[in-house]
């Protein structure tokens, strides 16, 4: 199995549960440790890396518990509660995110939203039915982390409107987001069942088939179940970003619920706070039906007023045609009529945020109200009217002509001037007609505002025009001699043909406004009708107020009536709550006993777990090794049974070897036997020759003898010449006898040299050959011996592993006295190894630790070899 990584490491400061009260154990290493192919994930507290102090398990039911100023609580393995403070917000927001992480991680398939508190704030917590302002992040989750970033409002200032229960929002939000409080954080993973609400995802275009994970910040809280309070409310000025998926019921109808002293207002922002108030709130500050009426009246009156300052016109000066209509087309741009679905916008124009901002020329899409942007184009509307009003200063031929055409317009107006904005204060289920009849009547400024531009524009022209002709016709007098007349009557047609372009022009602006008018005036028809209709909604209103009012008026008596009662009912609660509480002394004086008695219980029972666990592991190592040496038996076994016909074999080579050693002895004694007759035969030889040498020499002394004896008769008988022949025949035999002598000697001497090399040579080889038996025997005992010793190690080994099996299979039998017994040799080879007065290095400590257990393990395998080998020879005996 792959070593656990670490997934975030911090330093924290530890406290543990005990007696009721945290103890603090001092500053430890806190880190959440994975192993993401065996899904095992856990917490660590740890003083050194070869000091852990306790360990917690995630699993998907993990519970970690967040607390204000960085602490965090949980319950270790064995169930011992431990709380931890982190040094920065950082840190610990980092930590329960990888916590929360881990929870993901740890199951295969994921099938309700997981939810992680990373801040924990104070205050009310958030129910089903209240609305909410949240920055959120939103990611991926890939590859058991974060990936890739889909959304996110973190860094901007438009934050996300939702109301719970609304069904607006995915579902995973509507179930992970409750129980939040503001200023909370929280992170939420939501599979892909819970990704899709009625309205789809919110705000991104990714597969639904994936996990997504979410950050979520709650800013402002808007309560369903208090409404007296006007503070934090949900539209506030500091945000204009709406909900991505809008509806007509969003946060009008919502109360708040927060102190008013929380969130100071400036003394111009009555309207803001009006504004994000809803009807209830309205009727709680002006309860009297009249001052409602006065509120309403006032507000009617005010409608149509421009809320900006009309600004001076800024005319071109340009000269070319193009530039006037470019201009023209510009100018008509702001007010083009948006495409505005009412049913899907807030109903409550921003009216006093538009008194600190300029007017917006153009809208990006839908994501602000329609009411935002119908008070754009229609400050828009009032400032071209004003502008161009001021700078309609035709001259006199034309003045005639455009001025009646701009009263008739504003007097076909007049009417629609108190129909701006809708009350208010007015019922939210009633504000879309509001909106069209804002709708309505900024398309009418409109049109207005179009007509006008486009007759101070043709004004302009003439004037222009106008200009040119006089000039021409002043430069044509004073220079009448020196132009000719042709070139002043091709002036004068090109003149005419222009006016009578512009005049067509003319009439066809005349035509449009004609049918612009016709149309101003059916809407303001529809105007008129939806005014009357508003007006009956708003005595509806009143009325429904009214009943109202007086229902919480009989609502108060009753309640009052109520109070009465419950303090009659209080005196006699007080007199039995006297007897209860001292009941309720003796018995938290038993419980504190009961509780000592538990606390006692539950600490033997975690050493006992803590015990039973030890037990567990080391059985299960203990079964593994007993696999193992039953495997390690077996190959024993072959090996034995391998090693024992190898023995055979060599034996039978031993005892050929031992044949072949014995022939050689008998053929050493034979050639010994052979060479000590060749060297009697050679002495018997050699004496024999010495003795024929001896015998002719003896013969050639007697035949010397012989003839020195003639020699003296012949002297003595003879004369001296026959001395002198006697001599000469004396002196070749005597050459005679020396040469035959000699050839005799030398053929003597001749063969007893070869006689005697050859016995020589013959004792060479015998001698060699002896030499190479005794190597070849030499090698042969050296080879006995080395396989004696070795079958007799395999033997003992055998018995050694024979008599480990068997203490193994007593052991398999009681496996608790096998594991005492292993863990008091580990215990005692490690005594040996340290002494206590002394200190030692981490790694001199893991070193003779890893030893030990190298020498337990391997004395228990010789063990159990020894018993394999002796339990074989004897099945094979």
Not at 181 to 199: D, F, H, N, T
Not at 502 to 515: A, D, G, P, S, V
């Amino acid at each position: 199995m792959s070593t656990p990584t670490i997934l975030v490491a911090t330093a924290v400061h530890a406290y543990r549960y005990t007696n009721g009260q945290y103890v603090k154990q001092g500053k430890f290493g806190a880190a959440v440790l994975g192993n993401h192919t065996a899904r095992e994930y856990r917490i660590l507290l740890y003083i050194s890396q070869q000091q852990p102090v306790t360990v917690a398990r995630i699993h998907v039911n993990f519970e970690l518990m967040v607390r204000p100023n960085n602490y965090s609580t949980f319950y270790d393995d064995q169930r011992q509660n431990w709380s931890i403070m982190f040094e920065s917000e950082k840190a610990a927001v980092e930590f329960n995110k990888q916590v929360c992480i881990a929870k993901c991680n740890s199951t295969s398939s994921l099938d309700a939203v997981l939810s992680q508190d990373l801040i924990v704030a104070d205050g009310p917590a958030v129910e089903v039915g209240d609305s909410l302002e949240v920055a959120y992040t939103g990611w991926l989750f890939q590859n058991h982390v974060l990936g890739q970033v889909f959304d996110s409002t973190a860094n901007k200032d438009k934050l996300l409107r939702l109301k719970l229960g609304s069904g607006k929002v995915i579902k995973g939000w509507e179930d992970g987001m409750l129980g939040m409080k503001k200023g909370g954080k929280r992170l939420l993973i939501v599979p892909p069942a819970c990704a899709v609400g009625s309205e789809g995802v919110i705000g991104w275009t990714q597969a639904t088939d994936s996990i997504l994970v979410f950050e979520v910040e709650v800013r402002r809280v808007k309560f369903a179940r208090d409404s007296g309070s006007d503070g934090h409310s949900v539209s506030s000025r500091d945000s204009a970003a709406p909900s991505p998926i809008p509806g007509a019921d969003n946060l009008s109808a919502d109360p708040v619920v927060s102190p008013p002293t929380s969130i100071p207002f400036k003394s111009g922002e009555p309207a803001l706070r009006t504004k994000s108030n809803s009807l209830s709130e309205q009727l709680a500050i002006n309860t009297s039906p009249d001052a409602v009426k006065a509120k309403l009246i006032s507000r009617m009156a005010k409608m149509g007023q421009p809320m900006l300052p009309i600004l001076p016109p800024q005319l071109d000066s340009n000269d070319s045609e193009i530039e006037d209509v470019n201009t023209l087309q510009g100018g008509g741009q702001p007010v083009v009529t948006p495409s505005v679905q009412p049913s899907l916008h807030p109903a409550h124009p921003a009216l006093p945020q538009m008194t600190s901002q300029a007017p917006q020329p153009s809208v990006t899409g839908l994501q602000a109200p329609s009411a935002a942007l119908m008070q754009v184009s229609s400050l828009d509307s009032h400032s071209a009217v004003s502008g161009n009003a001021q700078s309609f200063q035709p001259y006199a031929g034309m003045q005639a002509y455009a001025y009646p055409q701009a009263s008739a317009v504003t007097s076909q107006l007049q009417p629609v001037r108190p129909l701006y904005p809708a009350p208010l204060s007015q019922p939210p289920h009633f504000q879309g007609s509001g909106d069209m009849a804002s709708f309505l009547m900024t398309e009418a400024r409109q049109h207005n505002t179009e007509i006008r531009m486009a007759v101070s524009k043709v004004a302009d022209k003439m004037d222009h025009l106008m200009t040119k002709v006089e000039e021409l016709q002043k430069h044509s007098a004073g220079n009448s001699m020196l132009i000719p007349s042709m070139s002043v009557t091709m002036e004068t047609s090109m003149i005419m043909s222009n006016i009578q372009r512009i005049i067509q022009e003319n009439e066809r602006l005349k035509q449009e406004i004609l049918e612009k008018s016709n149309r101003i005036e059916e809407q303001n028809d529809k105007i008129s009708e939806l005014i009357e209709r508003n007006q009956r909604y708003v005595e509806q209103s009143n009325l429904m107020m009214e009943k109202r009012n007086n229902s919480l008026q009989t609502a108060t008596e009753n309640t009052q009536a109520r109070v009465l009662h419950a303090e009659q009912e209080k005196a006699k609660v007080t007199e039995e709550l006297a007897a209860a509480t001292a009941q309720v002394s003796h018995l938290q004086l038993k419980m504190t006993a009961h509780q000592k008695k538990e606390t006692e219980l539950q600490m033997q029972l975690t050493e006992s777990l803590k015990e039973t666990d030890l037990l567990r592991g080391q059985l299960t190592k203990v079964q593994a090794k007993l696999s193992e040496l039953q495997e390690t038996s077996e190959q024993a076994q072959s090996k034995f049974k391998s090693e024992k016909q190898n023995r055979k074999q060599l034996e039978l080579k031993v005892t050929s070897l031992e044949e072949e050693l014995t022939d050689l002895r008998v053929e050493k004694e034979s050639l010994e036997k052979n060479l000590s007759e060749r060297k009697k035969k050679s002495a018997q030889e050699r004496s024999q020759a010495e003795e024929e040498i001896d015998e002719i020499r003896k013969s050639y002394q007697e035949e010397l003898d012989k003839l020195r004896q003639l020699l003296k008769k012949t002297r003595v008988s003879t004369d001296q010449a026959a001395a002198e022949q006697l001599s000469l025949v004396q002196a070749e035999l005597q050459t005679q006898w020396e040469a035959k002598c000699e050839h005799l000697l030398a053929s003597a001497k001749d063969e007893h040299l070869q006689q005697y090399q050859e016995v020589c040579a013959q004792r060479d080889a015998y001698q060699q050959k002896l030499v190479q038996l005794q190597e070849k025997c030499l090698a042969l005992q050296a080879q006995i011996t080395a396989l004696t010793k070795q079958n007799e190690q395999h033997i003992k080994e055998l018995e050694k592993n024979k008599s480990q099996m068997s203490g193994v299979e007593a052991a398999a039998s009681d496996p608790s006295e096998k594991v005492k017994k292993i863990m008091n040799q580990v215990f005692q080879s490690l005594r040996r190894e340290f002494e206590l007065e002394e200190s030692y290095n981490g790694r001199t400590i893991l070193g003779t630790i890893m030893n030990t257990i190298k020498m337990v393990t391997l004395q228990l395998l010789n063990q159990q070899e020894q018993e394999k080998e002796e339990s074989s020879s004897e099945e094979e005996e």
